[in-house]
């Protein structure tokens, strides 16, 4: 899927390791908020790595609210597919709402090797907002974000994202979580969680909540002591990717 904005658009580094790992974006937003930490990974262990555009994503608001999850995650099983005829090894990593999405993956596929989720919204802390999108999206399309100033800095460093959350598209991530909630008791693939301590938009309650509900899986909880939502582009992108190699390997 293409985008009308460069800096939306899906990126693929190929490797020479039999191993691959697909990044998942977030609600709203695009592939640039993920690519530091996979082009990290790329660099330091010649893996495979992909990071599609979601439908819906990288065009316009009006486009997005016409997509749903189901839409969403028929990508990510496409990239699946895609990464399936390279490589053995596939991993799935997602942030935020790629987060969900890549728990869902695994409920889906049992060939995948292991599924990082950074930042997952299981709870959010936008409880009015999320308690009345069932009413409000049929009374305005879309909820203007705030921007403030981390979400200019990342703006200027090239993260592409709406202004606005899609009201409709919204209520669908919900039904999402919905659905993983019910998933987790069923996991068993390995499960690398990482939680924001300064997360402003996660309560940071929804990563022990994941652990503590997969208890069929082999569950690794990391907090982010410096990181704030999109932790990805943050200060410990580093510390980031060196532990999802050190989980991968």
């Known amino acids: 899927m293409a985008s009308k904005f460069p800096q939306a658009e899906s990126f693929l580094l190929n490797g020479v390791e039999d191993t691959a790992c697909l990044f998942i974006h977030g609600f709203t937003a695009s592939p640039s908020e ?30 997005m609210n016409q997509t749903g999850w189901e839409d969403w ?7 699946i597919d895609s990464l399936q005829r390279r490589c053995n090894r596939i991993f799935v990593a997602g942030l935020s709402m790629g987060g969900l999405l890549s728990l869902h993956a695994a409920s889906q596929d049992t060939n ?33 974000k705030k921007m403030d100033q981390d979400a200019t800095e990342l703006q200027e460093m090239g993260r592409f994202a709406y202004p606005v959350m899609p009201l409709k598209a919204l209520q669908s991530m919900h039904v999402l979580r919905d659905t993983i909630i019910k998933e987790l008791p069923e996991l068993n693939v390995p499960i690398l969680l990482f939680q924001s301590r300064w997360d ?22 990391i907090e982010l002591e410096n990181s704030g939502h999109i932790a990805t582009m943050g200060n410990e992108k580093l510390l980031i990717a060196e532990k999802i190699i050190e989980f991968i390997s």
């Not at 995650?73 to 990239?79: H, I, L, M, N, Y």
Request: glycine share 6%; aromatic share 8%.
């Open 34 to 63: 993920v690519y530091p930490v996979a082009q990290l990974i790329h660099e330091k262990t010649g893996f495979t790595v992909s990071g599609p555009l979601l439908p819906g994503h990288g065009c316009s608001p009006e486009e």
């Open 112 to 144: 995948l090797k292991g599924v990082i989720a950074i930042n997952t919204p299981i709870f959010t802390k936008s409880h009015r907002l999320m308690a009345l999108t069932p009413l409000l999206r049929y009374l305005k399309p879309y909820y203007p």
């Open 73 to 79: 995650f028929a990508r990510v099983e496409q990239e």
């Open 200 to 221: 402003e938009s996660v309560d940071p309650r929804s990563a022990p909540f994941i652990k503590d509900k997969a208890r069929q899986a082999p569950v690794k909880l």
